[in-house]
């Protein structure tokens, strides 16, 4: 079934120039891309986005690295592209993300880890809301 999920590629992803890399390997896996947005968001775009975290412990020095810099936000479509998009990316630590997959190629951090995927048909609704008003 096709479906859209969305897609951060994160200021680590940017300062590393592996923009091409990682969407490479969506692109080649057969997922389309239907949205793009490039450009540095504050902290209340931080907290919107990360909704269900702000509480954690982890939170605040994840809020400053995702306000650090520019990211890529993208809505990517296809055939289970929610659940094809997790899979790419890996496990959320690079350290112990399997070999293969986008963290786990890439990625030596529990942070900055890349890239971030919606987790669910709801989330997925919810951030491409948020981040692609437009096209509600
Ligand atoms: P996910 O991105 O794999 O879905 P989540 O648990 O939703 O992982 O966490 C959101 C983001 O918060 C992660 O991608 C990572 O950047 C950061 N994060 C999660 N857990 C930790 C942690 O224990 N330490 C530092 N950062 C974390």
Excluded at 22 to 38: D, P, Q
Excluded at 42 to 68: M, Q
Excluded at 89 to 98: D, E, L, Q, S, Y
Excluded at 100 to 106: E, K, N, P, V, W
């Amino acid at each position: 079934m096709s479906e859209r999920t969305l897609v951060l590629l994160k200021p680590d992803a940017v300062r590393r120039g592996l923009i091409g890399e990682i969407l490479g390997r969506y692109e080649a896996k057969g997922l389309a891309v239907a949205a793009m947005w490039f450009g540095t968001i504050d902290g209340d775009k931080a907290d919107a986005h990360y909704a269900e975290h702000v509480e954690r412990d982890f939170y605040p020095p994840l809020r400053a690295f995702v306000t650090s810099g520019p990211m890529a936000a993208l809505v990517l479509e296809g055939d289970s592209a929610i659940e094809v998009v997790r899979l790419l990316n890996g496990a959320t630590n690079g350290v112990v993300a399997a070999p293969g997959t986008i963290r786990g190629d890439l990625s030596l951090s529990n942070r900055e880890n890349l890239v971030h995927g919606s987790d669910s048909a709801e989330s997925a609704a919810r951030e491409i809301a948020l981040w692609f008003p437009e096209l509600g």
